[in-house]
């Protein structure tokens, strides 16, 4: 192994941690961009919908809310774990080294059974 090829696998590691953290980035906001709107117009029903005394008449609304967010969380956890292991393979695939060809051993005389 030559010097610089420690500090090349480093910055290989690097690179990959660092596009992977962008695409999971990017993901995630994709993901919101699309859950938000739904949530936002359930906060805004629950807000509007009636008086603090009502308490009792709101908690659907409130455990659906509760629930689409917890999914919109989860989701974005199963985006993030997917760009990691991503991640991991591609720098696996691209790090490995050239396996030598191995060549079957040759006899030079047959053995008798």
């Known amino acids: 192994m030559r010097d610089d090829e420690g500090y090349r696998l480093l910055a290989d590691g ?14 995630c906001i ?11 117009r359930l906060a805004a029903e629950l807000a509007g919908d009636a ?3 009502e308490d009792l008449d709101r908690a659907p609304a409130k455990g659906r809310l509760r629930d689409e967010l917890i999914a919109v969380g989860r ?6 774990l997917r760009e990691l ?8 695939m691209f790090t490995r080294p050239e396996e030598a060809v191995v060549r079957e051993p040759v006899r030079r ?3 008798k059974p």
């Open 14 to 27: 690097a690179m990959m941690s660092a596009a992977s953290a962008v695409r999971a980035w990017l993901g």
């Open 30 to 40: 994709e993901l919101w961009s699309q859950r938000v709107p739904p949530l936002v």
């Open 51 to 53: 008086h603090p005394s």
């Open 75 to 80: 989701d974005s956890t199963d985006v993030v």
């Open 85 to 92: 292991q991503r991640g991991i393979a591609d720098l696996d």
């Open 109 to 111: 005389c047959r053995a």
